[in-house]
């Protein structure tokens, strides 16, 4: 779940970044749901990675 939580964090990121916000986002489906915000980027043309492989985690540590 680690994984998922930093994949949906970085696409949140993206949307910010690109001036979308929840309200945005809430039209595609539940916000705390990575498919939502992949979906939302994706319709409006945003690149976004397609998976976790160009994050670097090295530092950060996070507990469950």
Do not use: H
């Amino acid at each position: 779940m680690g994984k998922n939580y930093r994949r949906i964090e970085q696409l949140k990121a993206i949307a910010f970044d690109c001036g979308f916000g929840n309200e945005d986002a809430k039209q595609f489906g539940k916000l705390s749901k990575t498919a939502t915000w992949e979906a939302m980027l994706e319709t409006y043309g945003v690149p976004f990675p397609v998976d976790n492989s160009s994050l670097n985690t090295e530092d950060t540590e996070e507990s469950d």
